[in-house]
């Protein structure tokens, strides 16, 4: 077993002025000390094989030679934060307009939840209609308005056809949640149906590519349908990258999909760790926002140089030739190898997910909408993901401690990690066999 002593002690101290020791509200079995490539080290002084990525950003690898030496450069030029206009954040909206399919105009932001309520600003501006539509399953970051049915109680989810919205927070502005239409995931002729029902009060529908809080992928044909279904109705569909944007190529989840949205909205990998966020679109939409337009946005750390010069440099990496054909194929040979082994060992077990994401389910069967996740947890998946989640923390491989099994590759992990991370997987499989099948 890990020794945690420093961690513990210091969760005791910190618990008397931040809730059970954590500030963040972003609980861990240990605290963290720093990082370098594909590991980090916690205070105690264990070092882990990561798979967290700090939630998703971190692409290339913690502590980018690279990245760091633009930031560095940024500083030392004395060009940190100023709230005025730069080259440097022209620069780089030049670049996010140069990659991404829908992106002709854009704004700069500082996290996803901020990013999406301007999004949702600019579309109820555009079409004059007040609601927002989003899918059950899917994170749309923190805001009343879209804090919903991210992972409902099914007790208060309501019927699949018509899901309810279902705040996710307690201290919810309620009025605002119910001007959120939540629709099912992965059911285009059921959203067909909600949609054109209210058509005439939707101005946006808001989706990731592929769902990740839950590792959802999208059925052949559904966000086809979804783009034509939101054209005829006159409802602007807007992507919610903030996780694929940049994790899934240069051109994000919509280039990986060929589907292009009227918005798309962009964070996390783009600087690999710094803070930053963008909303990307058409020219005629991304036009109502000040001082083009009257759509207000105000984020006092928008487009400052750090983040800016660390997003330029993370791009550049990203430009490289062959650098997501490489990451890709780790990816490819961690899921392929623990299927192939799930397989051997008659272990109902799957290795999930796209490009540097994965994730495992000890299940035979793949989820397709929160439903099918939440009747998982229900029914012994949450005890099989815990035993795991333990299985590979003591045995040095960290990934998120809660929830989902949802993993991220980086450009630092290497053959070998990836090697050492299947056979840690399949020691568990081998050693917890009746616990998964049961």
């Known amino acids: 077993m890990l020794n945690l002593e420093k961690s513990n002690d210091l969760r005791n101290y910190a618990s008397d002025f931040s809730p059970n020791g954590v500030p963040t509200g972003k609980p861990s079995p ?12 916690d205070i105690d002084g264990n070092t882990y094989l990561e798979y967290w990525c700090g939630a998703g950003p971190v692409i290339l690898g913690h502590a980018n030679s690279a990245v760091n030496a633009a930031v560095i450069k940024a500083i030392e030029a004395g060009n940190v934060q100023f709230s005025i206009p730069s080259s440097l954040e022209v620069e780089l909206m030049a ?15 500082t996290a996803g939840t901020d990013a999406l309520a301007f999004a949702a600003r600019i579309a109820r501006t555009y079409t004059g209609r007040p609601r927002l539509a989003k899918f059950e399953g899917g994170y749309q970051g923190w805001s009343d308005e879209l804090s919903v049915s ?7 989810a309501g019927n699949k056809e018509q899901p309810n919205t279902v705040a996710d927070s307690a201290g919810a502005n309620i009025d605002k949640n119910s001007q959120t239409l939540v629709l099912p995931y992965n059911d285009l002729a059921t959203t067909e149906k909600i949609l054109t029902k209210e058509k005439d009060a939707i101005a946006c529908v808001i989706v990731e590519p592929m769902i990740h809080g839950n590792n959802l992928m999208p059925k052949e044909g559904f966000l086809e349908g979804l783009r034509e279904l939101c054209s005829n109705l006159g409802i602007l569909l807007v992507f919610d990258e903030i996780v694929t944007g940049f994790r899934h190529g240069l051109q994000g989840g919509q280039g990986a999909v060929n589907v292009i ?38 984020a006092t750390f928008a487009g400052n140089a750090l983040s800016c010069s660390a997003a330029l440099a993370t791009i550049q990496v990203l430009e490289t030739p062959g650098f997501y054909e490489h990451l890709f194929k780790l990816g490819n040979t961690l899921r392929d190898e623990v299927n192939k082994t799930a397989q051997q060992l008659g272990v109902k077990a799957r290795c999930d997910g796209y490009g540097s994401v994965w994730c495992m389910y000890f299940s035979d069967q793949t989820p397709h909408d929160y439903r099918d996740i ?7 998946g949450t005890e099989k993901d815990q035993a795991y989640r333990s299985h590979m923390l003591n045995n040095g491989i960290f990934l998120r401690p809660q929830l989902v099994n949802r993993a991220y590759i ?3 992990h290497s053959e070998n990690d990836i090697q050492t991370t299947v056979d840690v997987i399949t020691a568990f499989m081998k050693e917890n066999k009746q616990l998964i099948n049961n």
Do not use: W
């Open 410 to 412: 980086n450009a630092a």
């Open 95 to 109: 670049k996010l307009v140069k990659h991404i399919p829908c992106a002709e105009k854009g704004i700069l932001s």
């Open 150 to 156: 991210n992972a409902p109680d099914l007790s208060k």
């Open 261 to 298: 949205p009227d918005m798309g909205v962009f964070g996390k990998a783009m600087a690999n760790g710094f803070i930053i966020a963008a909303v990307c679109g058409k020219n005629d939409v991304l036009s109502v926002v000040s001082p083009e337009g009257d759509v207000k946005t105000a």
């Open 374 to 380: 939440a009747n998982y947890r229900a029914n012994g």
């Open 30 to 41: 240990f605290y963290v000390q720093g990082g370098k490539g594909a590991r980090i080290q």
